[in-house]
């Protein structure tokens, strides 16, 4: 499936490690795209103009299909034709393509980034911002966001538990001198997973601690970050200037474009499809289930399979997008007013 002439557009902001990764990998495979400016804080109008509530950054676009989730926009990603100069190597063998999937477990599910988030927000200088404080601790849906005394209180399990993190990579599958942990000729989808909160908490001053973790006791890992930013910032540098849209660009690119995907059907054995009841075209509400879980999407349900759901909803000027998102940590009900 290729993208042909509909346009690619990349809603972040700057400092956001979620969005880094779709960076990288848009990068890494050469595939060229337009991006589209948000703020670090809610409201983002640009994206309401879409009919859009979900509120994580990023959000791509491919045509008028709208991509939610960081996971889930690599892997419609994965399915576009490498670019020119693509660096990014492919899982192939049963072996890669387990590892994979189990760093997206291990850094996501078992919490193990939550707590590089917890380092980096204990220097980080948005903690003396109320309003980027009032942000989050919405976002986190009043739990999981932690005042400065909680993340002192936490900061030795903390370290203790990232301290196991580099342990692990560096006795393990680093530990034969590989380039990249999958064992492959250039970086995957597996590096980047690993790969982001090792190099956020290295821009943030003072948020690695470096008595418990340095160079000198990971020699390994360091010089496997320092390989994988380099590779991704040259990457970076081919793929050439981004050009940057504004909000009412973006979406007038956006409806005036086809829609990427064909439409998809209902699969009728879903247990959650047939414990509610759901049909074609029926209205329902979507929403991811950990964080930002008070911005809930609303439209007509398309279709419904074992990896993704998606919906139908109406844009500002009554244009109409798919919003496309991934099963896993996301949720759909019927919609009630």
Same mark, same amino acid.
């Given at each position: 499936?290729?993208?042909?002439?509909? !346009?690619?557009?990349?809603?972040?902001?700057?400092?956001?490690?979620?969005?880094?990764?779709?960076?990288?990998?848009?990068?890494?495979?050469?595939?060229?795209?337009?991006?589209?400016?948000?703020?670090?804080? /809610?409201?983002?109008?640009?994206?309401?103009?879409?009919?859009?509530?979900?509120?994580?950054?990023?959000?791509?676009?491919?045509?008028?299909?709208?991509?939610?989730?960081?996971?889930?926009?690599?892997?419609? @990603?994965?399915?576009?034709?490498?670019?020119?100069?693509?660096?990014?190597?492919?899982?192939?063998?049963?072996?890669?393509?387990?590892? &994979?999937?189990?760093? $997206?477990?291990?850094?996501?599910?078992?919490?193990?980034?939550?707590?590089?988030?917890? @380092?980096?927000?204990?220097?980080?200088?948005? /903690?003396?911002?109320?309003?980027?404080?009032?942000?989050?601790?919405?976002?986190?849906?009043?739990?999981?966001?932690?005042?400065?005394?909680?993340?002192?209180?936490?900061?030795? +399990?903390?370290?203790?538990?990232?301290? +196991?993190?580099?342990?692990?990579?560096?006795?393990?599958?680093?530990?034969?001198?590989?380039?990249?942990?999958?064992?492959?000729?250039?970086?995957?989808?597996?590096?980047?997973?690993?790969?982001?909160?090792?190099?956020?908490?290295?821009?943030?001053?003072?948020?690695? !601690?470096?008595?418990?973790?340095?160079?000198?006791?990971?020699?390994?890992?360091?010089?496997? /970050?320092?390989?994988?930013?380099?590779?991704? &910032?040259?990457?970076?540098?081919?793929?050439?200037?981004?050009?940057?849209?504004?909000?009412?660009?973006?979406?007038?690119?956006?409806?005036?474009?086809?829609?990427?995907?064909?439409? =998809?059907?209902?699969?009728?054995?879903?247990?959650?499809?047939?414990? $509610?009841?759901?049909?074609?075209? $029926? @209205?329902?509400? /979507?929403? !991811?289930?950990?964080?930002?879980?008070?911005?809930?999407?609303?439209?007509?349900?398309?279709?419904?399979?074992?990896?993704?759901?998606?919906?139908?909803?109406?844009?500002?000027?009554? =244009?109409?997008?798919?919003?496309?998102?991934?099963?896993?940590?996301?949720?759909?009900?019927?919609?009630?007013?």
């Amino acid at each position: 499936m290729g993208s042909a002439e509909k !346009p690619i557009i990349l809603y972040h902001y700057e400092v956001s490690p979620y969005s880094k990764q779709v960076l990288w990998y848009l990068a890494l495979k050469g595939i060229k795209f337009q991006q589209c400016m948000q703020p670090r804080i /809610m409201p983002r109008p640009d994206l309401s103009r879409l009919g859009v509530k979900y509120r994580r950054i990023p959000v791509l676009t491919i045509g008028r299909d709208v991509y939610l989730d960081t996971r889930h926009i690599m892997t419609k @990603l994965s399915e576009l034709e490498p670019g020119k100069g693509a660096r990014l190597s492919v899982a192939t063998t049963p072996e890669q393509k387990a590892l &994979q999937r189990l760093f $997206q477990v291990f850094m996501i599910d078992s919490g193990f980034g939550r707590c590089f988030v917890q @380092l980096i927000l204990y220097k980080t200088r948005g /903690m003396m911002d109320p309003e980027f404080v009032k942000d989050r601790t919405e976002f986190m849906s009043g739990a999981g966001f932690f005042p400065p005394e909680a993340l002192e209180a936490m900061r030795p +399990d903390t370290i203790r538990r990232v301290k +196991d993190g580099f342990e692990f990579l560096e006795q393990t599958l680093l530990s034969d001198g590989r380039d990249w942990l999958l064992g492959t000729a250039g970086p995957t989808v597996g590096d980047i997973e690993m790969a982001w909160p090792l190099l956020w908490m290295e821009k943030v001053p003072g948020a690695r !601690p470096e008595e418990w973790i340095s160079e000198a006791k990971f020699p390994k890992v360091f010089a496997w /970050m320092e390989r994988f930013k380099s590779t991704a &910032q040259k990457a970076v540098d081919e793929l050439g200037e981004l050009r940057t849209l504004t909000g009412e660009e973006a979406a007038k690119l956006i409806l005036g474009s086809d829609y990427h995907e064909s439409v =998809g059907q209902i699969d009728e054995t879903d247990v959650v499809v047939q414990h $509610q009841k759901l049909k074609k075209g $029926q @209205l329902v509400k /979507m929403w !991811p289930t950990d964080t930002g879980s008070n911005h809930k999407d609303v439209g007509e349900l398309v279709s419904v399979s074992d990896k993704e759901v998606v919906i139908e909803a109406k844009a500002e000027d009554g =244009g109409l997008v798919r919003i496309h998102a991934q099963r896993h940590g996301f949720a759909v009900a019927p919609y009630e007013k």
